[in-house]
């Protein structure tokens, strides 16, 4: 198991140093005059680079002269609030539907089941935000439609989660700001969970088919189990690898997604803030997203694969990463 | 007494090619309390049959049979519930390859749990009063698996099935499968598998099951054999269709069925009446595909002895319990034919 | 199951969720834009003015929106001498400055803040004259260095205005939205913290709101002034949050997240008229839409091609598809409103033939592809460019004239016109004062460049005398007569094409009451209460 961490750790470092190149490159075009001894070879360059972002100094913005590291994180957390709570609403809806495709093969409930995830597949999902803004105008909800909160409330940035900044704040607005946090986040959420759902049904259903059709299933049914106990004593712990599995390749399309659908509700996430960094012409955000970004994501596959570790017995004994 | 009486099973497999009869007519009777080999080669049905025992087939087959009696029950008549409960108490099931049929992430002690007879209320409250301490579920398991012959019980018990080797697993499973006291196990090739001292191994477990419980046993196997050693009586199966029956003197001392001699022959034995690089004896051809099953007898095009009245379905022959399925048997000088058949 | 249940907690969360409109004590308005400063001297845009001249600032005097009467603001009364050619003002008292978290006012209003809020206009010597001035812009300058000569302190309450010499104009240009009022004690402390820039965008004022911050996602925020001295003002925090896209921007209107809004999607005005929650006000404004001929080119140079493509347009149907009901067809440059309109002007004809045949008589080349000039954004004049240059693009194809469309992002327009590389450009003029000199002298003296308004060009000494003269003409029925000559003199030379007269929209929920909109100064939320909702 150790080994198993051991080589995952190892290309965690190259893929690293790879992007850290990447965003070296972008840096240097980007700001030719603000990186010093432009004489120097590049790689005593890069050395100096590295050392810069190793001790948290990423350069400061050219629009408002703050670091770029907070704003950039700041960006990026508010994004993760809205995968995170897409997430949430997706497997709550996604997976007891998944699991029931999955039990009925070719049964009606099925076919239905598919229908819908098909159909999730095909639409853009820019196209999908900018229909649910006029959606709430059409059947009379009161949802709001722009903005990650409403400009009555001012929060001050803690942690960037917004969420967890307007529990900070409630003695100014007691939990107001919360609930308010949370109906702008209802919207931007549901059209990214689409998405969402689409996949983990997809997955699920695959994965439930599989596990149905395996060998200690036949077993359980040889051993005189009912089909729910089956179900719920062997089969879902077993199904649940593979998809996680698969979800994690789809992380960096999430997140990709949940930008889009950040430009279009106007939320504050690093969607927004890059488009408009370019647009003011503040292009050092650009290194910085890819660090963030892509670290982030990085990251995240590390702890997949500890997560998967843990759960699934037969991963613990493959050495090599897939 | 027959345990399990199956007269002229059929089953039907829908395909896209139409309804495959899979397998014919087929006949077993199982002695109680006896070990029964049922040997036939790979695709003859073996599995098959023993699903359709247990039902469980898919929707798409069609089961018939005359008769499938376990014991006193009707098996065709009874509802899905009741197969299940069955199917946990009288009936236990062992695999080939065991440790793919074992959950991958569950530890031992859990799955072995899991087939535990609960214990009730009843017997709770009873044991209170007679003051009998129950065994704890830890003891029990512990006896079932020294009984199957698993002497470092706490290792194994905490492992998982992906870290055991197959004839541990098989032991385990073997264990699951007494857990209960079925009156039937059904070994499906347990040892195809395996390497020669586990194979032993699982085979003395299973005579020793045999022997001190009297939980009849019946034995599926492609070896011939393999099994030959240990079995009370074989039925031989042939695409699909049971070809010869009886108690394991009868059939190796006067095997009738052509198919029958062409498997003893293929029996090796270590003498110098085979030579260096001789070619060994088979049954010219191969097996029939699913969808170009004969008509008729389906060694047919095989057989050495076939003439035009194979295409017909031969009637099986009983010769005090030597049951065969032949148009053309070898029949000994004091042999008659007696086509009596018991009902 | 889970499902459910989890659902449910959801609604019910989504229940707790209180719409901004129904906070009374909180006013959410959306602008369009963002403001370029906030201070309305030196930035022009309607956005600033939207945000600062009432909100911010007071001024002298100011107009009352009913009678249309000077009436006093910081200044009480005020009189004239004799000869016409000096105002001396008495000021009010205890009037104080905002105090924020960036400033603390020691002082009462006095006439210095007076001197400095109209010398750094003037002076050119002024420590802040040319702190923040990005141009020599035409208005900066226009109202005060041909009028006002001099202003002296007679006490601290009490300011004469010297002029040039006697003008009738000067109360319309201190109540103009360039009149406003600065802090001369903030304007010190910072000089010596050596940030004067900071004067125009941490603004500081004697008006109903003070400013709190601005976010650069382009939210403002405004606190009321506790001792404005015209009484506190019933909404505490005033809002401007910013939405470029006007769909969106009713789309809030509607869910509660703006309780007032402006410049609505011309194509929605039919549907916000019908819709019982929201009111629609408009106002007509001085701004025009208009479509120049670049006078110095050929075959511009000719007025009869001008004229001939003049009678090739269909008005009507541009204003319709393209504005809806948000402007109307106009056939002179100047407004209606304005005291200097010529009634008596010729009314635009829709005629191709005739301006096929006039072009035929005038040796117009047909081959020649003109091209027309416009600008990518909309604006305060006209809510799509593109659209109308594609209407005029098929009615020229009608009289056999090929023309091409250009549409560029601003700067590179700027960087066309100024090359003076285009035959005709759609643009407008957006007016703020009130004279009919500050329409018609961007659009046509010698002095103003392409990019100041002159897309035309235009350059004639009649035309410049008779501007330059009326200016002065302190005879107001000589100005009046003039004007008519100026505006006979527009119409034969036609170096313009009026398309239309633009109305300002503004849509509010149903519960605020006591709004403002004035065509020349912007909004004023001064007086604007909620009324609790039922």
Known sequence: MLNYLFRRLNLLFITAFILSVIAFILTYWSSKNTLADADAGYIIQYVKYMSAILQGEWGLSSIDQQPMLIKGLTAFASTLELCFIAFITANIIAIPLGIFAGLNRNSLLDYLIMTIALIGLALPVFWLAVITTMLPRLLGIPLPIDGGISPVFEIPVVSGFILLDTLLAADTYQLDAFFNRLAHLILPSSVLSLFLITEIIRLTRHSITMVMKSNYVKAAYAKGLSRKEIVFRHVLKNALPPIIHQLRLQLSTIISFAMVIEIVFSLQGSGVWLLSSIKEGDYLALPTAILIISGFILLSSIFIDILLMIISPIKRKSLYVD | ?343 | MRFLFAFTITLLLSGCYKNESTLTDSLIYCPENTPQSFNPQISHDISTLDATTHQLYNRLVKIDPITKQFIPDLATHWQQNDNKSSYTFFLRKDVNFHQTDYFTPTRFFNADDVIFSFQRMLDKDHPFHSVNRVTDSYFFNHPFTNLVADIIKIDDYTVKFILNKADVTLLANLAAHYGVIHSEQYAQNLLSKGHPERIDFYPIGTGPYKFKNYEIKGITRYLSHPQYWGGRPTITNLIFDVTPNNTKRYAKLLSGECDIMTYPAPSQLNTMSVNPSVVLSSIPTANVALWSFNSVKKPFKQKEIRQALSYAIDQKTIVNAVFFKSATATDTLLAKQSWAYNPRSAELQYTPQLALQMLKENGFDFNNIITILTPIDHSVFNPNSHKTAELIQANLFDIGVSSEIISLPHSELEMRLASGNYDTYLTGIDVHIKDPDSLFRPLLSCDATILEGNSSQWCSPEVQDLLDSTLLEPNFIKRIKNYYQLQDIVQQERPYYPIAHVLRFDAFNQNISGLHVNALTGIDFQNVRKIEAQ
């Open chain 2, 1 to 343: 007494m027959a345990l399990l009486d199956i007269r002229n099973l059929s089953i039907d497999i829908s395909t896209a090619q139409g309804k495959v009869r899979v397998i014919d007519k087929a006949s077993l009777t199982i002695v109680d309390g006896s070990i029964h080999g049922l040997v036939g080669e790979s695709g003859s049905g073996k599995s098959l049959i023993a699903k359709a025992i247990l039902g469980l087939h898919n929707a798409n087959w069609t089961v018939t049979a005359d008769r499938m009696f376990l014991g006193a029950t009707d098996l065709t008549k009874l509802s899905a519930n009741d197969r299940r409960k069955i199917m946990g108490k009288e009936i236990a099931m062992i695999f080939q390859h065991p440790r793919s049929y074992l959950d991958p992430s569950k530890k031992i002690f859990s799955q072995i749990k899991e087939v535990l007879p609960t214990t009730s209320v009843k017997k709770l409250f009873l044991s209170k009063i007679k003051r009998v301490p129950e065994q704890s579920t830890q003891q029990r398991i512990k006896e079932l698996l020294h009984k199957v012959g698993i002497q470092n019980d706490q290792t194994v018990l905490a492992s998982y099935p992906h870290e055991l080797s197959e004839g541990i697993c098989q032991k385990v499973m073997i264990a699951m499968a007494i857990a209960n006291n079925p009156s039937l196990i059904i070994a499906d090739e347990p040892t195809t598998a395996m390497e020669a001292v586990t194979r032993a191994q699982i085979f003395r477990l299973l005579y020793k099951l045999n022997q001190l419980h009297s939980t009849t046993i019946l034995l599926l196997s492609n070896n011939f054999g393999s099994i030959s050693n240990l079995s009370d009586y074989i039925t031989l199966i042939y695409s699909g269709q049971t070809v010869e029956s009886g108690s394991y003197k009868q059939i190796i001392n006067s095997p009738m069925h052509p198919y029958t001699e062409a498997m003893i022959k293929t029996i090796l034995e270590f003498d110098e009446s085979i030579s260096h690089k001789s070619q060994l004896y088979t049954l010219p051809g191969n097996i029939p595909s699913a969808n170009q099953l004969p008509i008729g007898c389906r060694l047919g095009p095989r057989c050495p002895r076939a003439q035009r009245s194979c295409v017909t379905n031969p009637e099986p022959l009983n010769f005090k319990g030597h049951v065969i399925s032949c148009h053309f048997p070898t029949l000994d000088e004091n042999q008659h034919a007696n086509t009596s058949q018991r009902k």
